[in-house]
């Protein structure tokens, strides 16, 4: 059996200066990796026991990245060991192959969205009206796909009005996220778990094990044959089990220390 390892990004083994700060103890700097850098800026790091896990999973060519950053948000970071065959970007809009967009998926995936919700520009509208009446710093679009918007600081407001966007967002085909400073939007029909079983399928694997840590991680985690969650971040907050997904005994960086381990056990010779 051949077995990829469908794994989130922030939050889950990589963590920026916020996230680290939900575990019990930051770790020491000499234990931090930067991994996320953008001129002077570190955005996040891995710890070095993540980098060394990552290094093998990914020399051996069982990594499939899945993230809800945009392609330039991905193709800065600085990952370790060799390039991902496959990532999904953009939260499964895109499916970068070797580097590149494959265009037959972005087809798909543009095909499906355009039969139901409401369009990119009613909901970027509707985000522009909530920017200006409520506290949010700015409007982003990840190329047409999606939406998100972000505050300075994160204050109570946020989350109030998370369930009040999600309300609407129901109502119009479109679902929201709340993670750290920004509350994304994004259509209903454009999830993760569709873009990483088209790239198990192309690598040949007939076995996925997934690890992430929002609410836009949920349906790659039930699809998995394996999951894992930390215990902290979105899902968390809201609960979220399923019969086959198990939750780290850590929060913080040290839940991905723990989940790169069981990413290494899930595909080591010794799988239970
Ligand atoms: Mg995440």
């Known amino acids: ?25 930051r770790p020491a700097d000499e234990d931090l990796v930067p991994v996320d850098v953008d001129g002077s800026r570190v955005y996040a790091y891995m710890t070095t026991r993540v980098v060394r896990q990552w290094t093998g999973l990914a020399d051996a060519g069982v990594v499939v990245p899945a993230t809800t950053r ?6 800065r970071l600085r990952l370790p060991g060799q390039r991902p ?3 999904v970007v953009c939260n499964g809009a895109r499916l970068l192959v070797d580097g590149e967009s494959d265009a037959g998926w972005e087809r798909q995936v543009r095909g499906r969205l355009a039969e139901r919700g409401a369009t990119y520009d009613t909901v970027w509208q509707e985000a522009q009206r909530w920017r200006e009446r409520r506290g949010f710093d700015a409007v982003r679009g990840v190329e047409d796909f999606f939406i998100y918007l972000t505050v300075v600081r994160r204050e109570p407001w946020l989350e109030a ?15 929201v996220s709340l993670q750290g400073r920004k509350l ?3 259509p209903t029909g ?41 215990a902290h971040g979105e899902l968390h907050l809201t609960g979220f089990t399923s019969p086959h997904c198990r939750t780290t005994a850590s929060a913080g960086a040290a839940a991905g220390d723990e989940i790169l381990d069981w990413y290494v056990a899930q595909t080591g010779d010794g799988r239970p």
């Open 70 to 75: 945009s392609v330039e948000q991905y193709q």
């Open 85 to 87: 065959a496959a990532a």
């Open 184 to 186: 994304y939007l994004l």
């Open 161 to 175: 009005f998370a369930d009040e966007a999600a309300e609407w967002g129901r109502i119009n085909g479109w679902r």
């Open 190 to 230: 454009l999830d993760k778990a569709a873009a990483v079983a088209h790239a198990a399928e192309r690598l040949g694997a007939d076995r996925v094990v997934a690890g992430g840590d929002s609410l836009l991680d949920a349906d790659m985690l039930r699809a998995a044959h394996a999951a894992i969650r930390p």
């Open 1 to 25: 059996m051949t077995t990829v390892v469908a794994t989130d990004l922030d939050g889950t083994v990589i963590f920026s200066e916020k996230a680290m700060s939900h575990g019990p103890v």
